[in-house]
């Protein structure tokens, strides 16, 4: 069971964006916890106030860290230990495959999601373990980033994909991407369904796809190539496929 701890100003994005789906068939089953924590139930403003101007000036609020502290403490003594907390920002670290593989070995996550101009620098420093990015580019707010990274994380929870060898089959296993799908009609605005896929050779079929990601993986993002996991076999077919090219 993993559980994820949202602590965002805009909890029922939160609910709404993984309510649906896999994720949300996964929450139902018992698989996953989703918590979104309401940051501003934690001001000590009367009028709930949760952020402030920029000591130094400058554009924009930045959220005070007297909430957040707040809101992560009330959470760190429910829990009875720290988990580690994600900060999302595109100062951090870009998020790929490999590190959702290790978040997912957590019981507990929490995501810390900023707006405005960001948090007070002393909150963050207290109570952040991962600074993580989704991509170089810049967001309105942690709560999408925080979305994407617990969809990736939850797909490798046991039990959340129906097929459970698919997450290890899928995009990326051994650095390579997808192999092309079909499925019926076997023709469609007259172009024809590869014929190995019809032949019933579950050998030849594997192949091909192996051959398929190769390819597609060259053609799209042979920056992977590099860490690939090919098979001398392979490796060769990689050679000719880039022969090919420089002809
Ligand atoms: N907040 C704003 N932009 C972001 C990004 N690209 N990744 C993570 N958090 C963000």
Redesign the pocket.
């Known amino acids: 069971m993993m559980k994820y701890h949202v602590l965002t100003l805009f909890p029922e994005m939160i609910e709404q964006g993984l309510s649906s789906s896999i994720i949300g068939r996964a929450t139902e089953k018992g698989l996953l916890q989703v918590e979104a924590i309401n940051i501003r139930d934690y001001s000590t403003n009367k009028h709930h106030k949760v952020d402030d101007y920029p000591y130094g000036g400058g554009a924009g609020m930045v959220m005070q860290a007297g909430p957040v502290y707040d809101a992560y403490e009330d959470l760190v003594q429910k829990l009875g230990k720290k988990p580690r907390v994600i ?4 100062q ?1 670290k870009v ?1 790929n495959q490999k590190m959702a593989e290790e978040f997912a070995k957590e019981e507990d996550l929490v995501f810390l ?2 707006h405005y101009e960001g948090i007070d620098e002393r909150v963050l420093e207290r109570i952040v373990t991962d600074y ?11 709560e ?3 979305m994407v990274m617990i969809d990736c994380i939850s797909r490798l929870v046991p039990g959340v994909l129906n097929n459970d060898v698919s997450a290890d089959i899928e995009s990326f296993h051994d650095n390579l991407l997808e192999y092309p799908q079909y499925t019926r009609p076997d023709t469609f605005l007259g172009m024809k369904v590869p014929d190995v896929l019809l032949s019933g050779n579950h050998g030849k079929i594997e192949q091909w796809r192996r051959e398929q990601s190769i390819k597609r993986t060259l053609e799209r993002r042979p920056d992977l190539l590099e860490d690939a996991n090919l098979s001398k076999k392979e490796l060769e077919y990689l050679k000719r496929l880039q022969q090919e090219k420089e002809k």
């Open positions: 900060y999302l920002t595109p951090g998020f999601c900023g993580v990015s989704i991509g170089d580019y810049v967001l309105t707010g942690g999408l980033p925080s």
